[in-house]
């Protein structure tokens, strides 16, 4: 069995596996904010998590607020930052067509609700958002906007965004930046304080940690206001007992990561191997977002007239799990939104399939995934179905 | 070692933790939102973990939204049912000065941005809210009410209030009724519907499952909006990727609290000789909320002049962990707002030790506990502190 869906959800990495089962017969167990021993032996674990987390990320301990991940974080930032904005007389709101489905619904909540009119960047062919179109419109907009929020690589394509440049301009323009890195964190290197971006987000799923478990990165947490409110915690940012089990294992996947520089090289080099090979015997595929940098193990890939869904069902047929695009989405037989926004014909954006593996996952396994993708294309191009 | 701070955080429950080393072991991991067989096999085995929750609560799957805890679910509601009520007109909410701090603190939210008025019961001696009180002001403010919350059992005293004659009152007087019911779900039979209850909540980490997972029980989900927003998960009133693996302990926990009720008696009639083994040795002890139905293992004692702290310090030279007051407000050495509410004096709300244990704790323990607690006031007696 191949699973092919680490962008989606990423199984857990065995160390993080190895780490649970020896914690889970160990300890300790207990409320990390309760005073008594085994409330502070639970929190110093929880907090040297915290520590390990904002080492590898590049951020202050204190920069790091706990919660159970990326959509969390982002519809705490919006609220947050929204509000204050809000306040202050902004009205206008800058995205991008690229984002995941929480950046563009809370745009959509903050239009309908609060009366922001929302900028949408489209992106190049090759999934790179319009960074002139976004200078055009910092000037244009100015000191009417509330925030910019593009992301650092897409979840479906794995195109990674010129976040450092976009950084700049919106530090220029005096607008904070806030850059989904759920699909970057932990993937790829990632340094929070250099990078400039105002807040940055992760979860761990994506990473082979623990489900339900993430965090928020803020440059200034002061500017920030509990979504979730509760009893303090998490220095009266996000309220509810942490979930101190799964902010553990956020570590050690990081750590696992950190360690493994060497490994990601190896899969962005197999998986180049892979592309190649396709491409040599299927000259009129695509790659989507091929000519950007990209993720090490992510590849959007279509070969024009097979349908996706058809390749989807047919690798799986050979025990080799793919997406056809975001899980969220993925069943609408329909080119994607992020497709839409690089312009992508429905010629190619209905035959689209995902394939990403990630750190945990031997990268020789593009070998195999070639070979049935190439077996998949030869068998479904007899049969074309649009 | 005992561990006696299950109302602040359960350990994980011996069940869960067998189920958690094999689960992660052998899978499966994927997004459980993605369409491929690994994905629909995850989602299948949240669904039956949805299904098994709902049986044991006594509500439908469909009324299940898994989230990270009951902070989540009273801070969804309390959004949800306001936004609603602001624009229908409604300008007071009820609470009781039992709450937990969720509560309490998203009542002032709601009171400073959006100008509601807040009433708060008070609570006899014993702990029980003003149900009389209550009633003049559904009588009172009638058609101005947003919402009541009031709570299924007390975290500190343990006190189980009554929510079902409330249920009633807020149904005759058509007032949403948010019950809180975090300490209650899992340590005693509860049935959602037949309650009549309109939302009530619970935390995987008081009953053994694993921490930030947890899930909010809705009679009608369609007056939910998602607080955290994301893509369409949860039939979109719920963002981000479910937790699966988390939601799943929580099936575990559920079905090991339903077999074994017979364990729950045996809990309640240790606690109770032990109590009396206290009471017997030293008359002048109180016993919070003692005249009052309480949780089977919770215990919230005072020796009048004797420290709480001390006596925390005292049993944990002696291995046993206990806390003073909530894990929220265990720093502060004065008498808990819970306290304050039931017109206890400093006298003995400083004097107070909780002491909780839960089902996948063994009964006998209460008698270590008698004898540790019995010596530990001996010799504090003798210094005492105020």
Same mark, same amino acid.
């Given at each position: ?40 032996? &639970? ?7 915290? /520590?390990?987390? !904002? ?42 067509? #690229? ?31 319009? @960074? ?13 906007? !509330? ?11 794995? @195109? ?14 005096? @607008?904070?930046?806030?850059?989904? &890195? ?39 947490? &002061? ?29 050690? /996947? ?6 493994? #520089? ?112 190439? !077996? &998949?294309?030869?068998?479904? #191009? ?5």
């Amino acid at each position: 069995m191949i699973y092919a869906d680490y962008n989606g959800s990423a199984p857990i990495c065995p160390e993080v596996r190895d780490y649970l089962i020896k914690r889970l017969e160990t300890g300790p167990f207990a409320n990390p904010n309760s005073i008594h021993h085994m409330g502070t032996k &639970t929190l110093m674990g929880m907090e040297n998590a915290r /520590a390990v987390c !904002a080492k590898i990320v590049g951020a202050k301990p204190k920069q790091i607020i706990f919660n159970s991940g990326a959509s969390e974080g982002i519809s705490t930032v919006f609220y947050s930052v929204l509000k204050r904005a809000k306040k202050a007389g902004k009205t206008h709101i800058i995205i991008s067509g #690229q984002e995941h489905s929480v950046v563009i619904n809370c745009a959509k909540r903050a239009q309908e609700e609060q009366d922001f009119q929302v900028l949408s960047l489209k992106a190049n062919h090759d999934g790179i958002v319009d @960074v002139e179109q976004l200078k055009i419109w910092l000037k244009e907009h100015g000191d009417q906007l !509330a925030l910019v929020s593009i992301m650092a690589a897409n979840n479906e394509t794995g @195109v990674i965004q010129p976040y450092k440049e976009i950084s700049d301009l919106c530090q220029q323009a005096q @607008v904070p930046y806030v850059c989904d &890195t759920t699909q970057y964190i932990g993937k790829t290197e990632f340094d929070f304080n250099k990078s400039g971006i105002d807040y940055a987000f992760m979860s761990g799923h994506k990473i082979g940690a623990l489900t339900g478990a993430g965090f928020l990165l803020a440059k200034d947490t &002061t500017t920030l206001e509990p979504l979730i409110i509760g009893g303090g915690q998490e220095r009266n940012l996000r309220g509810g007992t942490q979930n101190y089990i799964g902010n553990e294992t956020l570590a050690v /996947a990081l750590d696992y990561f950190q360690r493994n #520089q060497d490994k990601l090289k190896k899969l962005f080099e197999k998986r180049k191997e892979f592309e190649n090979k396709v491409k040599e015997k299927f000259p009129e595929v695509v790659i989507l977002g091929e000519n950007a940098p990209r993720l090490a193990s992510s590849t959007y890939i279509a070969l024009p007239g097979v349908h996706g869904q058809a390749v989807q069902i047919e690798l799986e047929s050979k025990d080799i799990f793919v997406t056809t695009s975001s899980a969220c989405s993925d069943n609408e037989p329909v080119t994607s939104k992020v497709l839409q926004s690089m312009g992508v014909d429905d010629h190619i954006g209905r035959g689209v399939v995902r394939i990403s593996l990630g750190l945990c996952s031997g990268p020789e396994l593009y070998d195999e995934i070639a070979d049935a993708l190439i !077996a &998949t294309y030869s068998k479904l #191009q007899q049969i074309k179905s649009f």
